[in-house]
């Protein structure tokens, strides 16, 4: 899970730095920053599993993510702190756990990667163990463990290969046993969802669909998949809708024909069938929100990993009342995955405790980070004041430009 990340020159981020919990809300006004957020967050996980295969690509991506008020010449900066508890094996048979990742990425216009840092702490020793060290112009790195920490970084990137690879991240993950421990802390259970109504109605092939598309598309065939290979997911997700949703008797699929092409339906109390585009937006949505968070907790995980859920504006076209259900079963995630969910409603932050928040505000220089203090003038307004009306008087910050 992610312990701690910075932003240098991203977007809207001057240069921040925010801590985060098993649970966090990001919240904030319109146009504050808090979908820049989670695209410093993905653009951090294609980077590692892709990279760029040319200048003009990488050129292309900074021109789409640099900061418009700071110089070209200055650089984009993401650094990030990963806490872990999972063991690896190694190639000779040894085994280590890894309990923190530390990452950092420099980038500039027309350079490429500039500076990459990537260290480790083991569970039996505490010290930094360095896999990855690189500048403009060369990389070294760890091929092999050695207790002898001075001696980690014992292979260089041949000017040939680096030359090659100046705009992908990780110099040497294929030929090294380590690097792809960053991949598989930050990656591999990435998921991240800003459902579309019309997205989420489609009829889709049915295929191993285990786990729903960030926009929905893929809704119809993850419900027959878990039909067909897991019912007790679908009885889940229809105990839940059911207490939700007046009338509501449960969700199934129905094929198009002979085909493997299915739709969703949703069958009420009296016994009708409604499909697709005969259900309200809001229904669609929340059929969806609960199929994303239902189905992540029967994902198999490996001891000790941690998987990361971020959901955007999970209010959209939802009755308030249903925000509550939708932070209940966000928190029971907690144990499988780090959850991040960006918001703008009073009635989501009314279901919230003080640590769950990560404010946003926006003056001239960006937007700003911060989480809430504890203060006792805070106490005092929570004996008068729920949360969500404090935030709404913009007693807390992030509910107003305020400059």
């Given at each position: 899970m992610i312990k701690k990340l910075r932003l240098k020159n991203f977007l809207s981020y001057k240069d921040v730095t925010i801590n985060f919990n098993d649970f966090n809300v990001i919240l904030g006004a319109n146009a504050s920053g808090k979908t820049n957020l989670t695209k410093a967050l993905i653009a951090l996980r294609d980077l590692i599993i892709g990279g760029h295969q040319s200048l003009e690509d990488f050129d292309a991506f900074m021109e789409s993510v640099f900061n418009k008020n700071a110089k070209e010449e200055e650089t984009l900066v993401i650094e990030i702190v990963l806490n872990t508890n999972f063991a690896t094996e190694l190639t000779n048979g040894a085994k280590i756990i890894v309990e923190e990742h530390h990452y950092k990425l420099e980038m500039a216009f027309g350079k490429g990667i500039v500076k990459e840092n990537y260290w480790i702490k083991l569970k039996e020793n505490p010290k930094p163990f360095k896999i990855l060290v690189r500048d403009e112009n060369s990389a070294k790195y760890t091929h092999e463990y050695n207790p002898e920490f001075n001696k980690c970084l014992a292979l260089e990137i041949d000017s040939k290969s680096f030359e090659l690879l100046k705009f992908q991240l990780m110099a040497g993950k294929p030929l090294s046993g380590f690097l792809p421990l960053l991949q598989k802390a930050y990656c591999e259970f990435f998921m991240m969802y800003s459902l579309v109504s019309k997205q989420l109605i489609r009829p889709f092939f049915s295929r191993n669909q285990k786990i729903l598309a960030h926009n929905g598309q893929n809704l119809s065939g993850v419900l027959q998949f878990y039909k067909e290979h897991n019912p007790i997911v679908l009885d889940s997700i229809n105990e839940v809708l059911r207490r939700n949703i007046p009338h509501f008797e449960n969700v199934d699929t129905k094929a198009l024909g002979i085909s493997k092409n299915y739709y969703f339906t949703v069958r009420e109390t009296d016994g009708k069938d409604y499909v697709l585009d005969e259900l309200s937006e809001g229904t669609d949505l929340f059929i969806g929100l609960v199929t994303a968070m239902i189905t992540s907790q029967y994902l198999e995980l490996e001891k000790g990993q941690k998987g990361i859920l971020i959901i955007e504006e999970p209010e959209k076209n939802l009755h308030p009342q249903l925000m509550?259900?939708?932070?209940?079963?966000?928190?029971?995630?907690?144990?499988?995955?780090?959850?991040?969910?960006?918001?703008?409603?009073?009635?989501?932050?009314?279901?919230?405790?003080?640590?769950?928040?990560?404010?946003?505000?926006?003056?001239?220089?960006?937007?700003?980070?911060?989480?809430?203090?504890?203060?006792?003038?805070?106490e005092r307004y929570l004996e008068e004041f729920s949360l969500d009306q404090i935030w709404l008087n913009n007693d807390l910050g992030g509910g107003t430009i305020d400059g």
């Open positions: 509550e259900e939708i932070v209940a079963l966000a928190k029971s995630l907690t144990d499988k995955f780090q959850v991040i969910i960006t918001t703008h409603s009073t009635d989501l932050v009314a279901h919230l405790a003080v640590d769950d928040i990560i404010l946003l505000d926006k003056n001239e220089s960006g937007t700003r980070l911060q989480r809430i203090n504890k203060t006792e003038e805070l």
